[in-house]
């Protein structure tokens, strides 16, 4: 007797429906424009159906465009990440102050992140790929990096009040109510969230950041948005069903 599936195309993995038994999320990332690249279409999806997500940004991004002075290019990007935020219905944006390109991993940083952990008391929380490259193919940025690890590991910081009790002597108990992390960007994905819903507000909430996109590309902004995500998200959606997706790698604690 034959096997059937040796006659089947390879398929690839199906990708996993997120938790959905969750009602705050805290997305911690390094710059404004990070969530936009690919998480917002999911970030609508939850504030629809009444979920609170909160934004924390290690920078303000003030290294991000060459012919602006950082001091000057730090209070513009602020202020377009506010309103991109709001866009996908996020009205908590903070930042750490961290400085843009030289973020450095370590226990400073940590403790910044398990504080706003223990601040908004999340059940998820969404970093940014925090690997050396992208897919093995682009090489990632030292503060994609260092965040995204430092956000995995305040995760379990948060919960431990020996760790930064500093933080408990300030008024912050220790949050041990992190079930999970979801890691966009990731090239070993495991779940997904349906896109279409919030697609077209991703799309809005990407060209709320106009003055970084017009330094970034000569395309016109619009079209570079639209087909950046769309492009994306249509490819996700082969793993998922066929519907437009928004992929994340998701650890459990």
Not at 66 to 90: F, I, K, N
Not at 108 to 118: F, M, P
Not at 131 to 156: C, Q, S
Request: charged share 25%; proline share 6%.
């Amino acid at each position: 007797m034959t096997d059937p599936q040796k006659d089947q195309p390879n398929q690839p993995d199906r990708l996993r429906p997120m938790p959905e038994d969750w009602r705050r999320a805290l997305a911690v990332v390094a710059h404004p424009d990070d969530l936009e690249y690919g998480c917002a279409a999911a970030i609508a999806a939850w504030t629809d159906a009444g979920r609170e997500v909160a934004y924390v940004l290690a920078t303000r991004g003030e290294a991000g465009i060459d012919t602006l002075e950082p001091a000057e290019c730090g209070q513009l990007r602020e202020r377009e990440q506010r309103a991109s935020a709001a866009v996908v219905g996020v009205s908590v944006v903070e930042f750490l102050d961290h400085g843009d390109g030289v973020i450095e991993y370590g226990p400073a940083l940590r403790r910044d992140i398990a504080a706003a952990i223990r601040r908004h008391r999340p059940e998820l929380v969404i970093t940014l790929n925090h690997r050396d490259t992208w897919g093995g193919v682009a090489w990632n940025t030292p503060d994609h990096v260092a965040v995204g690890r430092a956000t995995l590991d305040a995760a379990g910081d948060a919960g431990n009040r020996w760790i930064f009790p500093d933080l408990v002597a300030q008024g912050l108990a220790p949050w041990d109510g992190v079930r999970w992390v979801a890691v966009a960007g990731s090239s070993t994905p495991t779940h997904a969230v349906d896109a279409a819903p919030g697609l077209d507000r991703a799309v809005t909430s990407l060209l709320e950041h106009r003055t970084y996109l017009e330094a970034l590309t000569k395309e016109d902004p619009e079209t570079y948005a639209r087909e950046f995500l769309t492009g994306h998200a249509r490819t996700t959606g082969e793993r998922f069903g066929g519907r437009p997706a928004v992929a994340f790698e998701v650890f459990s604690r």
